[in-house]
């Protein structure tokens, strides 16, 4: 299957900063990438995705960018406030339809 | 519309002891999953049904069984607890290539 490898694992930053977490994979029949938030206690939740017919896709703060060519994408979040602090994962699908997820980044946003 | 429906969402077994984690819901979707998750190890995927009728391993498939009990339905059993299993567990549904749903979880103590 897919395998997807999500760095950092852990960020820190302060409130304000813009925050990148980077993902890399491997299949290149890898055509669908989500990310998703997991608050504290909580189940993960869907904040973006994208398609491989799309580079780049923005929802106010947050934004995703893919380049298929060198088999990246990332979840870029600017202006970060304390909600944002959460573990976030980044997962994909492709030719087997099995989505993996890598092993997540602990966001935390420092007042 | 409740979404995904878990339960337990908590269990305490003794080694040895079986369970059945049962998950339902409510959006007609085709593909629904269990996953664990673990510190570090983001959400591993134990088995999946792509639709009504079939079930596949995942990743992590060894001391699980499951049952795809109709189009709402996907149970985990574990026939004989272990330690090892210790975890939160969670189910999903989706279409394919589509957004994960994911239930409020299980946590799974196995002494």
């Known amino acids: 299957g897919e395998n997807v490898e999500q760095h950092p694992s852990t960020l820190s930053v302060q409130e304000g900063d813009s925050a990148v977490i980077k993902c890399t994979y491997s299949d290149s029949a890898s055509n669908y990438f989500p990310w998703y938030k997991q608050e504290l206690g909580k189940r993960p939740q869907l904040i973006i995705d994208i398609r491989s017919n799309v580079g780049e896709k923005k929802d106010q703060r947050i934004a995703v960018t893919l380049n298929k060519t060198a088999k990246h994408f990332s979840l870029h979040i600017t202006e970060t406030q304390p909600e944002d602090s959460a573990v976030y994962f980044c997962?994909?699908?492709?030719?087997?339809?099995?989505?993996?997820f890598g092993r997540g980044t602990s966001l935390i946003v420092h007042p | 519309n409740a979404g995904v429906t878990q339960t337990p969402k908590f269990q305490v077994l003794k080694t040895g002891q079986s369970m059945t984690l049962q998950c339902a819901q409510d959006?007609?979707?085709?593909?629904m999953y269990w996953y664990r998750q673990d510190p570090g190890m983001g959400l591993r995927l134990i088995y999946y049904s792509a639709s009504e009728g079939t079930t596949d391993k995942g990743e992590v498939p060894n001391g699980y069984n499951v049952s795809r009990l109709n189009k709402r339905e996907f149970s985990l059993r574990l026939e004989s607890a272990a330690p090892s299993q210790t975890s939160v567990y969670f189910c999903?549904?989706?279409?394919?290539?589509?957004?994960?749903?994911f239930g409020a979880g299980t946590r799974l103590s196995v002494l």
């Open positions: 997962a994909l699908e492709g030719g087997s339809y099995i989505p993996t």
């Open positions: 999903a549904s989706s279409e394919i290539w589509g957004i994960q749903y």
């Open positions: 959006m007609n979707h085709n593909s």
